[in-house]
């Protein structure tokens, strides 16, 4: 890159990134102390990840979690036969991530990376996202979205939970701001809510849908980790 010059693609892409704050800068505070009572710091899997394995939807094979943040779901995947490549912009949750498999003495590859430095072909079962998507800017999808399909084997399966509009006062986003609001606004407000109709816009060209529902809430007593303003859905690749 010459400058602030727009030759390329990857020029356009770090142009419209920088409109908006450091995603490292928010996150590493954000697990900085473990104490805070967020739902997810506690090391328990989807309760829909857990249900397509129960269920055989998934059988155990090569994974992929993006945006692992402390490992929950990639611990869960080892447990359960997985081999596992898990990564996470944030050093912080990574840190906390490799201290949770050091304990249980579980091999899980995390790595301190970005999304959009993965490059995987043609590798992976299952490719698994909690929570990641819907904090990636709206022109990152498209990029987001083609690593994916090309990370998966012929016939693997794509995991993605992303937060429901309509659920302001309970920790998700109240509206579904369109993709251009996002620019107009010059903010995600903490995370993008999709309907269930963008979800299936945005994934049925590449993707059948397997299921697509509502999280189940999950009591704190639980060993699954369940709240009711997430979509989970299972995708497999076309
Ligand atoms: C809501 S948290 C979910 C964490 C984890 N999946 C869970 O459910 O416990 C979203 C995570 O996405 C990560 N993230 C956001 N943008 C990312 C990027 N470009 N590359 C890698 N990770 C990213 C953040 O650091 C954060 O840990």
Redesign the pocket.
Known sequence: MMGKTIKNQDDLLMMLDSQFRS??E??DP??SDRQRPVP??HNKP?ENLNHYLSSGMINPGRAL?????????AIFLKLNGFEVDA????EV?IDWAKERANELLLDINFQC????ELSPDHEYDLIY????M???LPH?RIQYMEMIHNGLKSGGHFGL?CFAPGFGDIGGPQFDMNDWEVYEEKSMKG?LAFTEEKIRYLLSDHFECIELRMMETMDQESDL?GVPFLWTSLWRKK
């Not at 990564?87 to 944030?90: G, H, T, Y």
């Not at 996202?129 to 990641?132: A, E, K, N």
């Open positions: 995603v490292k928010f996150w954000f697990y997810f710091f989807d979690e993006l945006g692992c943040g402390p490992g929950r779901n990564v996470d912009l944030s949750a990376q970005s999304v959009f996202d909690s929570g990641c819907h904090h990636l990152r939970t995370g980790f």
